[in-house]
């Protein structure tokens, strides 16, 4: 269903003998801190990258991440403090000598061989594979169609709908955020913070219902010269020359960044999304039962994220084919 680089997060929850209380292992307590942190900066690049406009937006937080704290580990004093600030790091309990261990495991993660995912690189792009779609040639935008039991719930707060789609095996999921007819998406994106992310997408609050899911048939490919929009989030330093600090890389003065740039791809098509022979997305139609009906035919949201750990490793905004 979307290809694109990617990462994801793993945790393993250890339990204290002597007590019976569960212990937290520092591989996994800086794991969960750099999910937070990672999703508290996706939430704040995509509304950075959509602000004051209505294109379309898809990046890969993860990828940008990982990239920055290969450099963030070199970097020094105010240089040091304005990236850990910017990627969310300020205000977790990850020093900056555990964020680059960190994203080592987390790799090596997203790169196990027993996924039922595939990524071809950490950077490059991917394929997965979900639910059986069928065209519907009917709208000016191809759609795809799917009756079947997902995950939804409605929030009052931004009049939206929110669909959970998950992938074969369930290890990625996709969430949807449609807002209402009346609501625009800018109101949606404003609203959203990781926090409420989190606490609207938790197994209580999402209920199993029948489905009637119309989505649109896309493709998005995006690159992204990231300067700018660094700067604008505060990290200003290491683009310069006479301010950058790289003394724990390098001992030559003037060593800066030139250049940060993304490119993502997720292409949204019924052919990419066969699903497996087992996955038990044929339901009986009962004619009394109440059938739920979600119709992406406005800007909406989306978000993959790591089934285990809710981890955003994509996200994105589509308005327009």
Same mark, same amino acid.
Not at 23 to 51: C, H, I, Q, W
């Given at each position: ?81 304005? &990236?850990?600030? &910017? ?86 999921? &996709? ?147």
């Amino acid at each position: 269903m979307a290809r694109s680089e990617a990462a994801s997060l793993h945790a393993l929850r250890l339990w204290a003998l002597s007590t019976g209380s569960p212990a937290v292992s520092p591989r996994l307590a800086t794991m969960d801190a750099l999910s937070e942190a990672n999703g508290t900066f996706a939430l704040t690049l995509l509304k950075k990258l959509g602000e004051d406009n209505s294109n379309n937006v898809f990046i890969s937080p993860l990828s940008i991440s990982s990239a920055l704290a290969m450099v963030l580990v070199g970097t020094m004093d105010n240089t040091a403090a304005q &990236m850990c600030q &910017m990627l969310s790091l300020s205000k977790s309990s990850v020093g900056v000598e555990d964020v680059h261990q960190g994203f080592q495991n987390l790799l090596c993660e997203v790169n196990r061989t027993c996924t039922q995912y595939l990524l071809r690189t950490t950077d490059r792009l991917f394929g997965e594979k979900v639910y059986d779609f069928l065209s519907n040639v009917q709208k000016r935008v191809p759609m795809m169609y799917n009756w079947s039991t997902f995950k939804i719930t409605c929030i009052a707060e931004i009049c939206s709908q929110i669909l959970v789609l998950p992938y074969v095996g369930q290890e990625l999921n &996709m969430v949807v955020v449609l807002p209402s007819e009346s609501t625009d998406l800018n109101t949606v994106e404003k609203a959203l913070t990781y926090e409420k992310f989190v606490a609207w997408t938790k197994p209580d609050v999402l209920a199993e219902e029948e489905v009637k899911v119309f989505l649109p048939w896309f493709t998005l490919e995006e690159c992204y010269d990231m300067e700018c929009v660094l700067r604008c989030l505060g990290m200003t330093d290491a683009f310069e020359a006479a301010r950058a600090d790289f003394s724990g890389m390098s001992c030559q003065r003037g060593l800066h960044l030139s250049k940060v740039v993304h490119k993502s791809f997720l292409e949204v098509t019924e052919k990419g999304t066969e699903a497996e022979a087992t996955s038990g997305s044929r339901i009986r139609r009962r004619s009394l039962s109440v059938v739920h009906q979600f119709y992406a035919e406005r800007p909406f949201l989306f978000f993959i994220q790591h089934g285990k750990t809710g981890a955003i490793l994509f996200c994105g905004r589509y308005c327009s084919p």
